[in-house]
């Protein structure tokens, strides 16, 4: 079978299937723009309704029924613990060490007949960590208090003289503060 028509008006009729293509596919984006738009005018007329001036607010409150009002306080309410929450939890978040840093570097440095049971860790200015655990032998339990105070990454390491002088039953808790 042969094409019936010249190379030419191929051509042609390619470029008009083209043009058409293009046209549809422009028709097609310049609808979905206006869709979209059309879906954004509610959420910006409500973003201006809520960011009046401030007087017509305070006039608005005035005529407020007492469930309005109540409304409103609980929302005041409800922002300011929310507020006092991420006060809490910033601290948490911009530390510059990790609880898990520092709690890494403790076990690093523990003997091997020393087992550690229990971590408490407690952010703030200082930084606390408390270590539990239990060893047979006493001078373990000194060493390890040693190697935690001399390693730098704590400032302080502290172990009840119960544990030092046996009369725990081989239980220990250090105390580490200053976590750097």
Same mark, same amino acid.
């Given at each position: 079978?042969?094409?019936?028509?010249?190379?030419?008006?191929?051509?042609?009729?390619?470029?008009?299937?083209?043009?058409?293509? =293009?046209l549809?596919?422009? =028709?097609?984006?310049?609808?979905?723009?206006?869709?979209?738009?059309?879906?954004?005018?509610?959420?910006?007329?409500?973003?201006?309704?809520?960011?009046r001036?401030?007087?017509?607010q305070?006039?608005?409150?005035?005529?407020?029924?007492?469930?309005?009002?109540?409304?409103?306080?609980?929302?005041?309410?409800d922002?300011?613990?929310?507020?006092?929450? =991420?006060l809490?939890?910033?601290t948490?978040?911009?530390?510059?060490?990790s609880?898990?840093?520092?709690?890494?570097?403790?076990?690093?440095?523990?003997?091997?007949?020393?087992?550690?049971?229990?971590?408490?860790?407690?952010?703030?200015?200082?930084g606390?960590?408390?270590?539990?655990?239990?060893?047979q032998?006493?001078?373990?339990i000194?060493?390890?208090?040693?190697?935690?105070?001399?390693?730098?990454?704590?400032n302080?390491?502290?172990v009840?003289?119960?544990?030092?002088?046996?009369?725990?039953?081989?239980?220990?808790?250090?105390?580490?503060?200053?976590? =750097?």
């Open positions: 079978m042969s094409n019936l028509l010249p190379k030419e008006k191929l051509q042609i009729e390619l470029n008009r299937f083209k043009n058409r293509l =293009l549809v596919g422009a =028709l097609a984006f310049l609808v979905t723009a206006v869709l979209s738009a059309l879906m954004l005018i509610p959420s910006h007329v409500a973003l201006k309704i809520e960011y001036n401030p007087e017509q305070s006039a608005d409150t005035a005529g407020a029924t007492p469930a309005a009002i109540t409304e409103q306080t609980s929302e005041r309410n922002l300011i613990r929310a507020q006092a929450l =991420l809490y939890v910033q948490f978040v911009s530390t510059t060490t609880p898990t840093e520092a709690i890494n570097a403790a076990l690093a440095l523990r003997p091997q007949d020393v087992r550690v049971e229990r971590i408490s860790f407690i952010s703030g200015g200082n606390t960590m408390t270590i539990s655990g239990v060893s032998a006493r001078e373990s000194s060493g390890y208090k040693d190697a935690l105070s001399k390693s730098g990454r704590f302080s390491a502290t009840p003289v119960g544990a030092l002088i046996g009369t725990e039953g081989g239980k220990f808790t250090i105390t580490l503060s200053g976590i =750097l």
